[in-house]
């Protein structure tokens, strides 16, 4: 695997693949890798000649009091990783690589309304810094296809909403959703969790299932029952940001005849915020 930190120089490698007509797939990560990360490496192979991913923990889409400091850096972990996996280039710049006329100067990529709901209601300005370093990243690498794993579901959901509104001529994949044995959804903040608390984390995810039988038992009170999973989290012991039954598409609240329906969630352990989402699709 070639390792880049410099643009001008991963551009230069990439302009050579593009040259031999090689197909480039894009997997954006911030680092701190797990088998769910390798899977979307596998899942950009199956489609494209050549897999560049990216390890940037972007301080743009940390608000002042969240964990960017404690985000975990696993470089030399991560790099067997993608090695395992038959990575082509790894793309880790530093913050001024990305950043050199500081953050506050940045210019900045904005999708309106739904960034504002579910977890943009509580971290503002998180997806202006996700677009914001997704739109650098696809401008560096300029790949025919990026893939992003769908536990992030409303990210996935601006992201396509981003490239359709700017025309950006990238493919954009979703990558399946990886669980413990428990259900729990894999994600580099587990490692957060308190021994304590392991065992009961899946409430989140057991919730999320439930609101969907319930729905796809004929249910439509859509609030009614997002409060009640809301008040099981609780009783799990744990605070719960939200709990909300969307339309897939617009993340919008989802009507009674809408047939392509997510179910998202978001909690707080002691140490970390959880999220996780279940879709379902109903017969027309
Ligand atoms: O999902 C992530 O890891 C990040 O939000 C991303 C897409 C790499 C942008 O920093």
């Given at each position: 695997?070639?390792?880049?930190?410099?643009?001008?120089?991963?551009?230069?490698?990439l302009?050579?693949?593009?040259?031999?007509?090689k197909?480039?797939?894009?997997?954006?990560?911030?680092?701190?890798?797990?088998?769910?990360?390798?899977?979307?490496?596998e899942?950009?192979?199956?489609?494209?000649?050549?897999?560049v991913?990216?390890?940037?923990?972007?301080?743009?889409q940390?608000?002042?009091?969240?964990?960017?400091?404690?985000?975990?850096?696993?470089?030399?972990?991560?790099?067997?990783?993608?090695?395992?996996v038959?990575?082509?280039y790894?793309?880790?710049?530093?913050?001024?690589?990305?950043?050199?006329?500081?953050?506050?100067?940045?210019?900045?990529?904005?999708?309106?309304?739904?960034?504002?709901?579910?977890?943009?209601?509580?971290?503002?300005?998180?997806?202006?810094?996700?677009?914001?370093?997704?739109?650098?990243?696809?401008?560096?690498?300029?790949?025919?296809?990026?893939?992003?794993?769908?536990?992030?579901?409303?990210?996935?959901?601006?992201?396509?909403?981003?490239?359709?509104?700017l025309?950006?001529?990238?493919?954009?994949?979703a990558?399946?959703?990886v669980?413990?044995?428990?259900?729990?959804?894999l994600?580099?903040?587990n490692?957060?969790?308190?021994?304590?608390?392991?065992?009961?984390v899946?409430?989140?995810?057991?919730s999320?299932?439930?609101?969907?039988?319930?729905?796809?038992?004929?249910?439509?009170?859509?609030?009614?029952?997002?409060?009640?999973?809301?008040?099981q989290?609780?009783?799990?012991?744990?605070?719960?940001?939200?709990?909300s039954?969307?339309?897939?598409?617009?993340?919008?609240?989802?009507?009674?005849?809408?047939?392509?329906?997510?179910?998202?969630?978001?909690?707080?352990?002691?140490?970390?915020?959880?999220?996780?989402n279940?879709?379902?699709?109903?017969?027309?």
């Amino acid at each position: 695997m070639h390792v880049f930190h410099q643009i001008h120089s991963l551009r230069e490698a990439l302009a050579e693949e593009r040259r031999q007509g090689k197909r480039i797939g894009f997997v954006p990560t911030m680092g701190n890798l797990h088998s769910a990360h390798l899977a979307l490496v596998e899942r950009a192979r199956e489609e494209c000649d050549c897999v560049v991913t990216s390890i940037f923990v972007n301080p743009l889409q940390f608000g002042l009091n969240e964990d960017w400091d404690k985000y975990p850096r696993t470089l030399a972990a991560d790099t067997a990783k993608l090695e395992s996996v038959d990575c082509d280039y790894l793309f880790c710049p530093d913050e001024k690589e990305i950043y050199p006329n500081g953050m506050a100067e940045q210019t900045r990529v904005i999708v309106p309304s739904m960034t504002d709901v579910l977890c943009g209601a509580s971290r503002p300005g998180h997806f202006e810094g996700v677009t914001t370093v997704v739109t650098k990243l696809f401008n560096i690498v300029q790949p025919d296809m990026a893939v992003f794993g769908a536990k992030d579901f409303q990210q996935l959901a601006v992201i396509r909403r981003m490239v359709e509104d700017l025309c950006l001529p990238v493919e954009i994949r979703a990558g399946d959703i990886v669980r413990e044995p428990d259900g729990l959804a894999l994600s580099s903040r587990n490692s957060f969790i308190g021994d304590d608390e392991r065992p009961a984390v899946s409430q989140l995810y057991r919730s999320l299932c439930w609101i969907r039988d319930e729905i796809q038992a004929g249910h439509r009170d859509f609030l009614g029952l997002a409060n009640q999973a809301a008040e099981q989290i609780r009783e799990a012991g744990f605070r719960v940001d939200y709990v909300s039954v969307c339309n897939s598409h617009t993340l919008e609240p989802a009507a009674h005849d809408d047939a392509e329906i997510t179910i998202l969630g978001a909690m707080y352990t002691r140490g970390a915020r959880l999220i996780d989402n279940v879709s379902l699709v109903l017969d027309a």
